[in-house]
């Protein structure tokens, strides 16, 4: 054990990156598989190793959250500006039209304007709220640490690519053990 403090010590307790494993164990080759099959065997002496198959494996599952509330903290700004700018017309067509009034006309319409404008604010104010909540950008993990998108709706579910497209969700492990009565 004592090497293996040694080593979390001297790596600053980091994991490597998972491209960096497989590179290392494709450029070992025939080696490689060696080495597993003897760690293999001594776990077998040890009776670590059951006589089960597991199998595991990544499953996408879809959240209950909106894709189109992911975003960076830029895009977020940008909507949120969009909104007050967008609220901003509104009110400047209304006192447009209050010079030039039909006012059956107007009662009806203003209410409908009156009910878009309340939306629009709100919808703002979250965002503006959102933003001050959360004042920085995730940042991903790796080499690159590039900015993550997050979502205001679930921030722990993500964007993810599947075979029917693009889902908000996570990222689960599945497994499975065979026969089912000995795991």
């Not at 003897?38 to 199998?55: E, K």
Request: glycine share 8%; aromatic share 4%.
């Amino acid at each position: 054990m004592p090497r293996a403090r040694h080593f979390i010590a001297l790596s600053g307790d980091t994991a490597p990156h998972f491209t960096t494993l497989a590179a290392f164990v494709s450029s070992l080759g025939l080696r490689s598989s060696l080495t597993f099959a003897q760690v293999l065997f001594l776990c077998n002496q040890q009776g670590l190793i059951g006589r089960q198959m597991f199998a595991i494996d990544g499953v996408k599952l879809p959240s209950n959250a909106s894709k189109a509330r992911s975003g960076t903290r830029a895009d977020f700004d940008k909507q949120a500006t969009k909104l007050e700018e967008a609220a901003r017309k509104m009110i400047e067509r209304h006192r447009v039209n209050d010079l030039a009034a039909d006012t059956q006309v107007e009662a009806t319409l203003e209410a409908k304007a009156s009910e878009r404008l309340a939306s629009l604010r709100k919808e703002a104010a979250d965002l503006r709220a959102w933003l001050k909540d959360n004042p920085e950008d995730r940042k991903g993990v790796g080499k690159r640490g590039s900015v993550r998108l997050s979502n205001r709706t679930d921030g722990e579910s993500a964007k993810m690519a599947t075979s029917k497209g693009v889902i908000q969700g996570y990222c689960g492990v599945a497994a499975r053990c065979s026969p089912p009565d000995h795991c």
